[in-house]
């Protein structure tokens, strides 16, 4: 009994751990989740900690660079030489066979390499500083978009509940009607078509509830992957439609004036015309001399057998101190056909930003009238629910007196039914609307400094 026990408790514990583990979420802490789990977010906070690796890279290029080198070599079979044989006491004109050297021999060299002057060096370091900061723009414009992204697959969850909800209180009242209503036609006091109107209405809302309930699972397993959790969590949603709605309508929102050098697109344009410019300047640079230094030491022993870690055997030191100056000359008009290409680059990045400048004052404007759009739409939507729910009430009840036909009251029943989806549609529009607008205007800030990056990576 013991081990039955055991063995329960083992596969609950499995079980339970194969679930995964349940969140429960406002909208604000699922927007500060995502930033730090979101897989593109997560990428992106990568990004930067590249260019600070690279920054760094770029920087090491010009300290002083060490080397080491040991080598060793084993004649095996020594080149011999030809000398005159006068010189060893022959007669003249003939050649005695010489070898030279040890068979063996071994050398050690430490060589420390200074870099003191190289225009594409300076440029260089700039360069890595402005890649830094387009990676840490660039990460931000990414939160920005997850946040975005987040309250949109939040209020999508939110509307697909709605929706099953109100659809099955729609398919409970149907099923009601159809039931009263057959009994009234099987008394003979009202028509068969009566009935059929309602069995068709009631069709049309079990596949609209079906579908709704579907869109739930697929709204559900998209706001987790926004949020960089497994698709199969079980997340609490602790906000409301009507919540959302409350505090997303701010027509405060209308009056807020463009900061363009906030705007992430903006950042993004300008650093890359700081690019071409470094750019342009790199191949300036390229015309400059270029100066560096070494200074190197070693060692070499030479044997006719492997001695070299005999305690006698004779190391030989050097040491040599050199300055290398490089100057270009003439390259054909090649380097002034770079620096006219890096110039015209430039002029279409200088271009592009101004592009922007205008594309993002449009975005704002546009997006303004969207969210200004949205609210009004609704509060005509709510009007609209309000008139159809008596519109439907007032046919419910003429239906039952026979007062009306089936077919008005189908009528009134799918314009209740429309109404009350484009009521819950609104409600979602005014939240992605304001979210629009924040992206534009960069509220909140969620830059990334560098500096937050350093301890992680």
Do not use: H
């Given at each position: 009994?013991?081990?039955?026990?055991?063995?329960l408790?083992?596969?609950?514990?499995?079980?339970?751990?194969?679930?995964?583990?349940?969140?429960?979420?406002?909208?604000?802490?699922?927007?500060?989740?995502?930033?730090?789990?979101?897989?593109?977010?997560?990428?992106?906070?990568?990004?930067?900690?590249?260019?600070?690796?690279?920054?760094?890279?770029?920087?090491?290029?010009?300290?002083?660079?060490?080397?080491?080198?040991v080598?060793?070599?084993?004649n095996?079979?020594?080149?011999?030489?030809?000398?005159?044989?006068?010189?060893?006491?022959?007669?003249?004109?003939?050649?005695?066979?010489v070898?030279?050297?040890?068979?063996?021999?071994?050398?050690?060299?430490?060589?420390?390499?200074?870099?003191?002057?190289?225009?594409?060096?300076?440029?260089?370091l700039?360069?890595?500083?402005?890649?830094?900061?387009?990676?840490?723009?660039?990460?931000?414009?990414?939160?920005?978009?997850?946040?975005?992204?987040?309250?949109?697959?939040?209020?999508?969850?939110?509307?697909?509940?709605?929706?099953?909800?109100?659809?099955?209180?729609?398919?409970?009242?149907?099923?009601k009607?159809?039931?009263?209503?057959?009994?009234?036609?099987?008394?003979?006091?009202?028509?068969?078509?009566?009935?059929e109107?309602?069995?068709?209405?009631l069709?049309?809302?079990?596949?609209?509830?079906?579908?709704?309930?579907?869109?739930?699972?697929?709204?559900?397993?998209?706001f987790?992957?926004?949020?960089?959790?497994?698709?199969?969590?079980?997340?609490?949603?602790?906000?409301?439609?009507?919540?959302?709605?409350?505090?997303?309508?701010?027509?405060?929102?209308?009056?807020?004036?463009?900061?363009?050098?906030?705007?992430?697109?903006?950042?993004?344009?300008?650093?890359?015309?700081?690019?071409?410019?470094?750019?342009?300047k790199?191949?300036?640079?390229?015309?400059?001399?270029?100066?560096s230094?070494?200074?190197n030491?070693?060692?070499?022993?030479?044997?006719?057998?492997?001695t070299f870690?005999d305690?006698?055997?004779?190391?030989?030191?050097?040491?040599?101190?050199?300055?290398?100056?490089?100057?270009?000359?003439?390259?054909?008009?090649?380097r002034?056909?770079r620096?006219?290409?890096?110039?015209?680059?430039?002029?279409?990045?200088?271009?592009?930003?101004?592009?922007?400048?205008?594309?993002?004052?449009?975005?704002?404007?546009?997006?303004?009238?969207?969210?200004?759009f949205?609210?009004?739409?609704?509060?005509?939507?709510?009007?609209?629910?309000?008139?159809?729910?008596?519109?439907?009430?007032?046919?419910?009840v003429?239906?039952?007196?026979g007062?009306?036909?089936?077919?008005?009251?189908?009528?009134?029943?799918?314009?209740?039914?429309?109404?009350?989806?484009?009521?819950?549609?609104?409600?979602?529009?005014?939240v992605?609307s304001?979210?629009?607008?924040?992206?534009?205007?960069?509220?909140?800030?969620?830059?990334?400094?560098?500096e937050?990056?350093?301890?992680?990576?």
């Amino acid at each position: 009994m013991k081990q039955f026990l055991i063995v329960l408790l083992l596969i609950t514990s499995l079980t339970a751990s194969s679930q995964g583990k349940d969140y429960s979420f406002s909208l604000e802490e699922a927007v500060t989740f995502a930033i730090d789990s979101n897989y593109t977010a997560l990428n992106a906070r990568r990004d930067i900690a590249k260019a600070i690796k690279q920054k760094w890279e770029t920087t090491a290029t010009g300290l002083p660079q060490i080397s080491g080198a040991v080598t060793y070599q084993n004649n095996l079979k020594q080149p011999v030489t030809l000398i005159p044989a006068e010189l060893s006491g022959g007669a003249p004109g003939t050649f005695v066979p010489v070898t030279f050297g040890t068979k063996q021999n071994a050398n050690a060299v430490a060589t420390l390499n200074q870099l003191i002057f190289d225009g594409s060096y300076l440029v260089g370091l700039q360069a890595a500083k402005a890649f830094l900061d387009f990676s840490e723009n660039a990460a931000e414009k990414t939160n920005l978009e997850v946040r975005k992204g987040v309250i949109n697959a939040y209020g999508s969850v939110l509307l697909s509940e709605e929706l099953i909800a109100i659809f099955e209180k729609n398919k409970e009242a149907l099923e009601k009607n159809l039931f009263e209503t057959r009994k009234i036609f099987e008394n003979g006091l009202t028509e068969e078509e009566s009935v059929e109107q309602l069995e068709v209405t009631l069709l049309d809302i079990d596949t609209q509830l079906n579908n709704a309930r579907r869109s739930a699972t697929i709204a559900r397993q998209m706001f987790n992957v926004a949020l960089g959790i497994p698709v199969e969590s079980t997340v609490l949603f602790k906000d409301t439609l009507d919540t959302l709605v409350e505090e997303g309508t701010n027509l405060q929102l209308l009056d807020e004036n463009l900061n363009i050098q906030e705007n992430a697109d903006y950042k993004i344009a300008y650093n890359l015309t700081e690019q071409r410019s470094l750019e342009m300047k790199l191949e300036k640079s390229k015309a400059l001399p270029t100066l560096s230094a070494f200074v190197n030491y070693g060692t070499s022993a030479n044997s006719d057998s492997f001695t070299f870690f005999d305690s006698d055997q004779l190391w030989f030191q050097s040491s040599l101190l050199g300055v290398s100056l490089n100057v270009p000359i003439f390259s054909s008009g090649m380097r002034s056909a770079r620096t006219q290409r890096a110039k015209i680059a430039l002029d279409q990045a200088e271009t592009e930003l101004e592009e922007t400048i205008q594309n993002v004052t449009l975005q704002l404007n546009t997006a303004k009238s969207n969210y200004q759009f949205a609210i009004e739409k609704f509060e005509n939507a709510k009007k609209n629910k309000a008139l159809a729910e008596r519109i439907e009430t007032k046919n419910q009840v003429k239906f039952t007196e026979g007062l009306s036909t089936s077919f008005d009251l189908r009528q009134a029943q799918t314009q209740l039914y429309t109404a009350q989806q484009q009521y819950f549609q609104s409600m979602l529009d005014v939240v992605n609307s304001k979210a629009e607008i924040e992206t534009v205007l960069n509220t909140p800030d969620l830059r990334i400094e560098s500096e937050e990056i350093k301890g992680k990576y």
